[in-house]
């Protein structure tokens, strides 16, 4: 399956773009997210999210309910992200250098 995309803003205002590709369990995902300083730009966005997503440096797991179809339980999941602070969502994706570890 094609890689998926999901851009959203978290609480803070940050704009950000999520990659996803299925695996056995739910989703293999990996972000970009803006600077205060950065202008969103969906292709940019796109390309590094997909690129760590590739690299398997910067991506994590996510398990989810797949009885739905699976683009359907992406965005549903991916939403999620929306209700959280940049600094959460940093450490969710292993974007931050002294990550520990957090759950959603």
Do not use: W, Y
Not at 40 to 57: D, Q
Not at 72 to 88: C, G, H, P, Q, W
Request: charged letters at 25%; hydrophobic letters at 40%.
């Amino acid at each position: 399956m094609e890689t998926l995309f999901f851009h959203g803003k978290t609480t803070d205002g940050k704009r950000f773009t999520i990659a996803g590709k299925p695996n056995a369990n739910g989703f293999t995902v990996a972000a970009s997210l803006c600077s205060k300083n950065d202008l969103f730009v969906k292709k940019i966005g796109r390309a590094k999210a997909a690129g760590r997503l590739e690299s398997n440096l910067k991506h994590v797991e996510m398990v989810v309910d797949t009885t739905d179809h699976g683009t359907t339980a992406f965005i549903n999941k991916m939403k999620e992200f929306n209700l959280v602070k940049s600094r959460d969502f940093q450490l969710v994706f292993n974007l931050n250098p002294n990550n520990t570890n957090f759950t959603l």
